[in-house]
C-alpha cells in the first residue's frame, strides 16, 4: 500500500520483518506504537514503518507520533516512515494534517490510508489473491454485505495456517457494523470456523459444539493468564494487543505467550519472531 498507492520508496525484494515497538529514548517517556516493521536486514535496515491503527481524533496522539519517528531514527538510522491507518474518512483527513513539533524544521507528514485509499473488494478472486487489501477493506467498507461475504469466500480459498489470521486480523480492525455484518454472514454461510466470535455463531445445534465449548473455555482461561503475568509485572498492554491477545485460539500459541509473558519487557515480546 504504501508503495503502490501512496508512492513511498520503500525498498523491493528484501527481507520484512515486524521488530520491536519498544522505542524508549531515556531520560524519555515510554514511547510504544501499535507496530514496528523494519525492511531490510534486521540488525541495519534500510527503511522502518511505525502503524498506527487510528479508530477516532486523538490530539495527544500529535505529540507522540513525531516522538516515535524521531525515537525510531535515533535508533535505526534509516528513513522513517509513520503509517495511519483510519477506518474513518474524517480521522484520516485529521491523521493527514501536517504535525508542527518545537523543534525547528521538523515537521511531521504522516501516511493515512483511509476509506478513500482502500477499495471495497467484492470479488472473491481479488480477496483471495490479496487478503491483506481485502481485510482492510473490511475494516473501510465491512458494512457493505458483497465486501463481506467476498471475504469470508477468500477464507475458504487460503491456506490453513493462513486464513485464521486474516479473520483474526479483519475482526480486529472491523467497526461494530461490519461486525454485526460479519455475524449475518456467519449465519447464512456454511464455513470453516476461525475465532471465539465465528465458533458462537456456527454449528448452533450440533454435538461437536460441546467440545468446541471446552476449547473455547481453555484458550480464554489462556488468554486470561497472559494478561495477569504481564499485569503483575507491570507491563503496559495497549487495547489493541489486550483485544487481539483475547481474540486468539490458538491454544498452544496462547501457552508460548504465557511463557513469554514471564520474561517479556514489552507487549510486543509476545509477538516476536524467534531468531
Known amino acids: 500500500m504504501l508503495r503502490d498507492h501512496l508512492g513511498v520508496d520503500v ?5 520484512v520483518q515486524v521488530a520491536s515497538n519498544d522505542l524508549n529514548d531515556r531520560p524519555s ?3 510504544r506504537p501499535d507496530v514496528v516493521i523494519t525492511v531490510g ?3 541495519s535496515p534500510l527503511h522502518a514503518i ?12 500529535l505529540h507522540a507520533l513525531p516522538r516515535y519517528a524521531a525515537a525510531l531514527w535515533l535508533q535505526l538510522a534509516c528513513p522513517i516512515t509513520v503509517l495511519m491507518v483510519c477506518p474513518k474518512a474524517r480521522t484520516a483527513k485529521w491523521a493527514a494534517a501536517p504535525i508542527r513539533t518545537s523543534l525547528p524544521g521538523y515537521t511531521l507528514a504522516c501516511q493515512v490510508i483511509g476509506p478513500d485509499q482502500i477499495p471495497a473488494v467484492t470479488d472473491p478472486a481479488e480477496a483471495a489473491a490479496h487478503p491483506e487489501l481485502a481485510a482492510l477493506s473490511v475494516m473501510a467498507h465491512g458494512e457493505h454485505p458483497p465486501v463481506m461475504e467476498a ?3 477468500a477464507l475458504r480459498r487460503l491456506p490453513a495456517e493462513h486464513a485464521p489470521q486474516y479473520y483474526e486480523y479483519a475482526y480486529r480492525l472491523a467497526t461494530k457494523a461490519a ?8 449465519e447464512t454461510t456454511t464455513w470453516p470456523v476461525y475465532s471465539p466470535f465465528a465458533r458462537q455463531h456456527y454449528g448452533k445445534g450440533l454435538e461437536a459444539g460441546r467440545e468446541e465449548g471446552r476449547r473455547r473455555g481453555q484458550a480464554e482461561g489462556e488468554a486470561r493468564a497472559v494478561l495477569t503475568i504481564l499485569e503483575a509485572r507491570g507491563i503496559g ?3 489493541s494487543d489486550r483485544a487481539f491477545i483475547r481474540a486468539c485460539t490458538d491454544v498452544g500459541l496462547l501457552d508460548e505467550w504465557v511463557r513469554r509473558a514471564a520474561t517479556a519487557t514489552s507487549a510486543a515480546d509476545l509477538f516476536a519472531e524467534e531468531s
Open 11 to 15: 525498498p523491493d525484494g528484501l527481507p
Open 29 to 31: 517517556i515510554d514511547l
Open 41 to 43: 536486514p534486521r540488525h
Open 50 to 61: 511505525v502503524v498506527e491503527i487510528q479508530q477516532k481524533e486523538e490530539p495527544d496522539k
Open 151 to 153: 471475504f469470508v469466500a
Open 179 to 186: 461486525r454485526h455484518v460479519m455475524e449475518k454472514v456467519m
Open 237 to 239: 498492554v495497549s487495547d
